[in-house]
């Protein structure tokens, strides 16, 4: 939902990617500070309740693994497991910013209700980038949806930081928001998936690799 803000971006990414490559920073360093980084903040500071101070320091680390790509084009260094690498560790930040939220809910912020939906926005988020994973193993592609992970990230995070200096019903609002745009995001990608699967074209192109894979 947010690509048609993707040239934008590019033209900020782009000379901090260069001066990041000019220091001798690869893509994959940068990938992994940037992971590492939101791990660290959100299990550091949301499960003690320091929800603003904590989506400030995460969305730092988020844009900071932004710019991997910008360095990898800076570096003309990218390569299939950069992009392996850098999806793995996504999704353990995503893990990490909801688990950390969730520690908090079922400890001291005492709300078992959004404890719940928490749980919910974690494992929607997984089955959101797993469909999409499974259907290009299949050979088709899935990039469809309202809430891939970009979306989820500014949802979050404004919800959290916001709730974080009290402002009324904010938290719960973005989380329900989130589980919604999920798991309309799921449903979006199964359908999406099973119409390509079912396209006649896909069908015989998958026979004609199974003919040859048979036949070597």
């Given at each position: 939902?947010?690509?048609?803000?993707?040239?934008?971006?590019?033209?900020?990414?782009?000379?901090?990617?260069?001066?990041?490559?000019?220091?001798?920073?690869?893509?994959?360093?940068?990938?992994?500070?940037?992971?590492?980084?939101?791990?660290?903040?959100?299990?550091?500071?949301?499960?003690?309740?320091?929800?603003?101070?904590?989506?400030?320091?995460?969305?730092?680390?988020?844009?900071?693994?932004?710019l991997d790509?910008?360095?990898?084009?800076?570096?003309?260094?990218?390569?299939?497991?950069?992009?392996?690498?850098?999806?793995?560790?996504?999704?353990?930040?995503?893990?990490?910013?909801?688990?950390?939220?969730?520690?908090?809910?079922?400890?001291?912020?005492?709300?078992?209700?959004?404890?719940?939906?928490?749980?919910?926005c974690l494992?929607?988020?997984?089955?959101?980038?797993?469909?999409?994973?499974?259907?290009?193993?299949?050979?088709v592609n899935?990039?469809?949806?309202?809430?891939?992970?970009?979306?989820?990230?500014?949802?979050?995070?404004?919800?959290?930081?916001?709730?974080?200096?009290?402002?009324?019903?904010?938290?719960?609002?973005?989380?329900?928001?989130?589980?919604?745009?999920?798991?309309?995001?799921?449903?979006?990608?199964?359908?999406?998936?099973?119409?390509?699967?079912?396209?006649?074209?896909?069908?015989?192109?998958?026979?004609?690799?199974?003919?040859?894979?048979?036949?070597?």
């Amino acid at each position: 939902m947010l690509r048609i803000l993707r040239p934008m971006i590019s033209r900020v990414t782009a000379p901090l990617g260069r001066s990041l490559a000019r220091i001798g920073l690869t893509p994959n360093i940068v990938t992994i500070v940037g992971a590492v980084g939101v791990v660290v903040s959100a299990l550091y500071f949301y499960p003690q309740g320091y929800l603003y101070a904590g989506s400030v320091v995460v969305t730092v680390f988020v844009l900071f693994d932004m710019l991997d790509g910008a360095v990898a084009r800076a570096r003309d260094s990218a390569s299939a497991f950069g992009a392996f690498l850098d999806s793995s560790l996504d999704r353990i930040a995503d893990a990490a910013i909801l688990s950390g939220l969730l520690w908090w809910f079922i400890g001291g912020g005492d709300e078992p209700l959004l404890a719940g939906l928490t749980l919910f926005c974690l494992v929607s988020g997984f089955m959101v980038s797993y469909i999409k994973a499974r259907a290009e193993g299949l050979g088709v592609n899935c990039d469809v949806g309202v809430a891939e992970r970009t979306e989820r990230l500014v949802v979050i995070l404004v919800a959290v930081g916001l709730g974080g200096l009290d402002v009324p019903y904010v938290l719960a609002g973005g989380l329900w928001l989130l589980a919604a745009m999920s798991l309309l995001t799921v449903l979006q990608r199964l359908v999406e998936t099973r119409a390509r699967l079912n396209d006649p074209d896909y069908v015989e192109g998958a026979a004609g690799t199974d003919d040859a894979n048979n036949g070597a």
